[in-house]
């Protein structure tokens, strides 16, 4: 069965998660976490693509990647042949050293990338390692706090947090100590994905009125109110988002109403058009 293909694009951010076959030990050592660091940076060097985080545990991975020029896929097949076959000739192993495929999600949007920063940083206390964040010597964090950052673009990660690189910083430093005051939150890229689909109906509700010449306003859409104008635009925006394949949770959300109201409004459009 072939693989299925990913959607990667120029500027998006990715969170990048690999394991080692069987949950096995595939960065035991100091100097395999070195090894591993030190050849994806020189992919980078050579290719194009910057490095914006990471953290490396004994049997895992993970690195939050911007893609440029260089596809991820590319990038990642040197990284685990590359380390693989370091890791096979160090240990006198065969098979495989990494699980079947590794996992790309897609980090769309900042809320989202700050979770996920918080998430990776985390990553040493939830597992027992250290206490503090500061106390793990193979995370972004300590490559960062150092201001002579060896492997991560500090100045490009501080540029998408905050637009300027000192106000990223003080952005970062909140996320942070934040984070610390409750390390053990997972990550869940759902929960995100659905806000933001939320926020982009919003939008698209706003541009309707517009193209509508309605003097309505969005919050009078989402109010509650009952009148036969707000309830028509209510009823058409929600067949609209449908028929583009939005979720009847999303646009509920995102007018405000019941599941059910938004579910017999596009079952009845649905009806009609037979």
Not at 88 to 117: C, P, W
Not at 144 to 150: D, G, L, S
Not at 221 to 235: E, N, W
Request: aromatic residues 10%.
């Amino acid at each position: 069965m072939s693989k299925k293909s990913r959607n990667f694009k120029t500027g998006g951010i990715y969170h990048i998660t690999h394991r080692g076959h069987n949950h096995q030990y595939i960065l035991a050592d100091d100097i395999d976490k070195a090894i591993l660091l030190d050849k994806l940076k020189k992919i980078l060097i050579e290719h194009s693509g910057q490095l914006l985080y990471f953290v490396l545990m004994n049997n895992h991975y993970h690195i939050l990647l911007e893609m440029q020029e260089t596809p991820v896929d590319l990038i990642m097949h040197r990284l685990n042949t590359g380390y693989g076959r370091y890791y096979s000739l160090k240990y006198k192993t065969t098979g495989a050293v990494f699980e079947n495929r590794y996992h790309a999600q897609e980090v769309d949007g900042l809320k989202y990338l700050h979770a996920v920063i918080q998430y990776l940083a985390m990553n040493p206390i939830r597992a027992g390692l250290n206490e503090k964040v500061t106390d793990y010597r193979w995370s972004a964090h300590l490559d960062i706090a150092q201001k002579r950052p060896v492997y991560v673009n500090s100045q490009r990660l501080f540029e998408i947090l905050g637009g300027a690189p000192e106000k990223g910083r003080l952005i970062y430093q909140d996320l942070i100590q934040r984070a610390q005051k409750d390390p053990t939150k997972k990550l869940d890229p759902r929960e995100y994905q659905f806000k933001r689909k939320i926020n982009i109906l919003e939008n698209q509700l706003a541009a309707y009125l517009e193209s509508i010449s309605s003097p309505a306003m969005v919050e009078q859409i989402q109010s509650g109110k009952r009148t036969p104008s707000i309830v028509k635009i209510r009823q058409d925006f929600a067949r609209n988002a449908h028929a583009q394949g939005y979720s009847v949770n999303a646009i509920a959300a995102a007018l405000k109403v019941s599941p059910r109201s938004v579910r017999y409004w596009c079952t009845e459009a649905d009806e009609n058009n037979r």
